[in-house]
């Protein structure tokens, strides 16, 4: 999917001069970016913009050409359901149900993996022992790996990772990445990772700078 | 899941009471509208103490006490008067006898009158008369009855009668007008609790007045006005300002019948008023619901659950405390029904199932329209809430 951004600026806060904002420049697909920040300049903000929970700015957003601005409701349910995937940085993960639960969630609006898959992401990323274990009860690293296998559990064209790794150890952030690669490949998809600095080992065909 | 996520703020203990206040309010609609539906009969029947809304009007006694056509219009435009029907009597003297089995036969001396059909409380089909049937129908005061039956036969030794045996009862009358005198058998086809007199079919008394005395005038000395209310001050000023006497008795009834009806009324108004408030009160409910679950409605759009798949989860808890709610008032209604059914049969009111049948129709209506008022609250509460920029997230940047 690709996604073209046109003279974008947030109408609640005046950025300073980036990449990004008041410019114009596409996320092609098949292809993986990096947008690098200081914290506070708008990443969550780009993020909130092109996932529709956000439509106070100037300048146009479009998904293979159409203004996001178009999308009917339901339209952006089918969207969230079955083209972009989000990690959150606030994660937004249910604390009263378990970790299992919480993908699971995701999982059967979508039916997109069996539950054998689900455990066998689980185990990849070392956290298949704290299925049955409330979410609340879990490390922020802990609830940041649940958040990414959550995350992969629906088809997509566009995957956009808000700081995902940040509390991850080295270890396990490079069974995320193989994780995250392989779903990507698999859909075809377009890869979006904001981060404070970090470029995390991934072969990006640009770092935007925000 | 969802519905575990999203009731986590219900509480039972408050359902519990939402739907016992709502049963209540819903089961006084119900039980209203039933008693409203069965005493129907009572407002509506023409010979009942309640339904009596007619009133028989009369000059004082002297000679000239007849009404003139004039009167009659003047009474016919009044905004209080629905019609009216002019009493005509016989210009004929009648002589009445009977003759019982082994006993001594009694004639009396009386008189006929006749007043339109649909100011007599009698149906029945033999109410009829024309030239060449044999026999004259007559309706005569149930007093009549009464005092035949309690006076003359005990003092006299005559059997007892009722309205059955009554029927069989031959008389012979003996009309003697100015140019003829003719004879006719009659008997006696009801007893009438509202009108005061001894009537026969209009077309008899035509008839032979004009037979029997050609050159009399036919006078109204009573009028019977069909009226709104009996009891209401307008008409009774307006006939007092006409110096028109009527029976207090009459105006007494329709009070009663006024005051019956406006407490039916009044409970119905409470009635109405506690569902208007539980329906508020559940309303209110399921907002607070929505508003506490804030948090988890808009994280659980923002994973792709549609705006109705969360609603859904809201209506279910709607539409179980109104069907609950339902159940039990239209229970009450049934049970109340079968409570009521001694009292009101003393009123002669049959029973019968139409009143149930008429609520449950009620309660199926008052069922889908609240829960489509609850379904489209329930909506756009959610809507609202969903709206872009109101997410939690917008605000990290």
Known sequence: ?210 | MIGQLLKKQVHKSQLLFFTLSSSLGLGILLIVVQLFIDTQSLFNSKNDLLGNQNLIIYKDLGRDNAFTSDEITALNAQPFINKTGGFTHGTYRVLASVTFPNHAGISTEMFLEAVSDEFIDITNKDWKWQPGDKEVPIIIPKNYINLYNFGYATSSGLPQVNENIIRQVPIDLTLSGTHKTENYRAYILDASEKINSILVPESFLNYTNKKLSPLKDNKVSRIILDVINPSDPKLLEFLASKKYNYLSNDVQNSKLSYVLKLILSIVLGIGLLITILSIYLVITNINLLILKNKQTITQLHFLGYSKGQIAKVYHAIAFKVLAVSIIVALSLNIICKFIFMPYLSVLQIESNLTSIIYTVILSVLIFISLAMYYRNHTNSKIKQMLRPNTSLLSSEN
């Open chain 1, 1 to 210: 999917m690709q996604v073209t951004i046109q003279s974008i600026i947030p109408d609640y806060f005046t950025p300073a001069s980036s990449e990004v904002w008041s410019k114009n420049f596409e996320f092609q697909p098949n292809s993986k970016y990096l947008v690098k920040a200081v914290s506070g300049s708008g990443k969550s903000s780009l993020f909130n913009f092109i996932y529709g929970l956000n439509n106070r700015f100037s300048g146009s957003i479009l998904f293979n050409d159409t203004s996001i601005t178009s999308f009917s409701e339901s339209e952006w349910t089918t969207i969230r359901t079955q083209k972009i995937a989000i990690v959150f940085q606030g994660l937004k993960l249910f604390p009263e149900l378990t970790a299992l639960e919480n993908i699971q969630l995701k999982n059967i609006l979508t039916n997109h993996k069996t539950e054998a898959e689900i455990l066998d992401m689980m185990s990849q990323l070392d956290v298949n022992q704290l299925a049955n274990k409330k979410a609340e009860t879990l490390s922020y690293g802990q609830q940041q790996r649940i958040a990414i296998i959550r995350a992969l559990c629906q088809p997509f064209k566009l995957l956009l990772l808000d700081e995902p790794f940040s509390h991850i150890d080295e270890a396990q952030i490079t069974n995320a990445i193989a994780l995250i690669n392989k779903e990507v490949t698999t859909n075809q998809a377009t890869l979006i990772i904001a981060s404070l600095g970090d470029t995390y080992n991934i072969d990006y065909t640009k770092t935007i700078l925000l």
